[in-house]
């Protein structure tokens, strides 16, 4: 499973087997951020909820995919391409950034340094149409470029959750109204959480 460059990889080790023990059974060592997983606003702003005191019914609502494969410049998604996509016949609660970076999901340098993302201004943008959660299907929702994870900030500061290293997202429609489920593990004062998330059909 690629992660985030900097941090160790995930290591699920059979602690039980069947076959010797009558039940199977397995140990997880893995960073809170492993594979597909839900930054709550704790992880860049230090009074910010953590992943446990995000409301359960926050953590869902009406979702729209926004399919921006051909709107990336520069590895950069700017609001304007937001606009463009954004649904006309309904407002979203969840936004879903559909960059096709996942089909190149691998532990190759172009996978884990080279993804697109959102600038400040896009980040704006988003914020403006009073979302609770945002997700991309790239490693993180800024580009591996901005060190200084200028929309993680202005997401999580507005507590906006955001949802990253998401996959499948081009077996969704745009102008469709999912309902997206963001099921994080609730870890009790963790910035975040490995997610599986739901986008159920109408």
């Known amino acids: 499973?690629?992660?985030w460059p900097?941090?160790?990889l995930p290591i699920v080790e059979p602690m039980g087997v069947i076959a010797r023990d009558g039940?199977?059974?397995e140990r997880l060592n893995a960073m809170t951020h492993s594979g597909t997983?839900?930054?709550a606003p704790y992880h860049f702003i230090?009074?910010?909820k953590t992943v446990d005191q995000i409301a359960p019914g926050d953590l869902m609502g009406i979702g729209a995919v926004l399919d921006l494969r051909k709107e990336i410049t520069n590895d950069v998604i700017p609001p304007a391409a937001v606009e463009r996509h954004w649904p006309k016949t309904f407002q979203p609660e969840i936004v879903l950034l559909e960059t096709g970076w996942s089909h190149s999901r691998s532990?190759?340098?172009k996978y884990l340094y080279d993804f697109p993302g959102i600038i400040p201004a896009t980040a704006d943008w988003i914020v403006s149409k009073k979302v609770k959660g945002v997700g991309t299907d790239t490693l993180g929702i800024d580009p591996y470029a901005n060190s200084k994870f200028e929309a993680h900030k202005v997401l999580l500061g507005h507590d906006i959750w955001i949802?990253?290293?998401l996959d499948h997202l081009d077996t969704l429609k745009e102008e469709t109204p999912y309902t997206v489920v963001a099921a994080p593990l609730k870890l009790e004062g963790a910035?975040?959480?490995m997610s599986r998330v739901f986008a159920i059909e109408p």
Do not use: F
Request: charged content about 15%.
């Open 1 to 3: 499973m690629p992660v």
């Open 163 to 165: 949802l990253e290293a």
């Open 191 to 193: 910035s975040g959480a």
């Open 107 to 109: 532990a190759t340098k």
């Open 37 to 39: 997983h839900l930054d």
């Open 46 to 48: 230090e009074s910010g």
């Open 23 to 25: 039940y199977s059974v």
């Open 6 to 8: 900097t941090i160790a």
